[in-house]
């Protein structure tokens, strides 16, 4: 039995793969802008200059936060800091709708989906909607990890447990915001949770070994 948990903790671990997105390089814009991504992906945003992030939100709600989405911070670069990166876990391929919150970013096509339909519900049509909305964003980081140089020093530890209370969204300054990442961010429902990853693998082994010891 163990052998059995051992072999398929290893494949799971194998099969998961990392998906690299720039935000903001050279423009505004998410590089890809359409993300396809399983169950167990790590989707790895890194920030170009100069004030840029990343949130989730509602398809009908375009340039506003969802109530249990998650969201990078607002990261300043000025083009001499080491990479900044901001990772979350795919919990599920249900579509999810990115932009930045950054003053008139969204509005101006500075928006992504990942997994997005196949029917119904188009980027392009987010992008319109989003010309003449309001940005919103979170009040603090929330969903994923965050790394000052790609590598090091991670704030914030990725949870899908949802809070029950849901988040105020806050208007966009429109000057020059610098960003401090929380390192209590609140959570995220059924999105990016290095524990759900944890339970799908034991999940995966309950069941292999149930159809191996039926055929004993």
Not at 161 to 166: D, I, K, L, W
Not at 185 to 207: C, D, H, I, Q, R
Request: glycine share 12%; proline share 8%.
């Amino acid at each position: 039995m163990k052998s059995i948990i051992s072999t398929v903790a290893l494949i799971a671990v194998a099969s998961a793969a990392i998906i690299d997105v720039k935000v903001g390089e050279g423009g505004l814009n998410f590089n890809p802008s359409t993300i396809t991504a399983r169950q167990g992906d790590d989707v790895v945003f890194h920030f170009f200059p100069r004030n840029h992030d990343v949130a989730s939100g509602p398809f009908n709600a375009p340039c506003t936060p969802s109530d249990n989405g998650f969201y990078s911070g607002l990261i300043n670069i000025d083009g001499t800091q080491p990479d900044a990166t901001f990772t979350v876990r795919v919990n599920n391929t249900n579509p999810i709708w990115l932009y930045c919150s950054t003053s008139g970013h969204c509005q101006r096509g500075m928006s992504a989906v990942i997994n997005p339909p196949a029917t119904g519900n188009t980027l392009q049509a987010y992008q319109a909607a989003a010309r003449n909305a309001d940005s919103g964003r979170p009040e603090q980081v929330r969903g994923g990890i965050f790394r000052e140089n790609g590598g090091a020093n991670p704030s914030g530890t990725p949870t899908n447990t949802p809070t029950g209370t849901g988040t105020t969204a806050t208007s966009n300054p429109t000057g020059t915001p610098t960003m401090s990442p929380s390192t209590t961010p609140g959570a995220a429902a059924a999105l990016f949770s290095e524990g759900t990853m944890l339970f799908n693998v034991f999940a995966a082994v309950v069941a292999g070994g149930a159809g191996f010891f039926g055929l004993m």
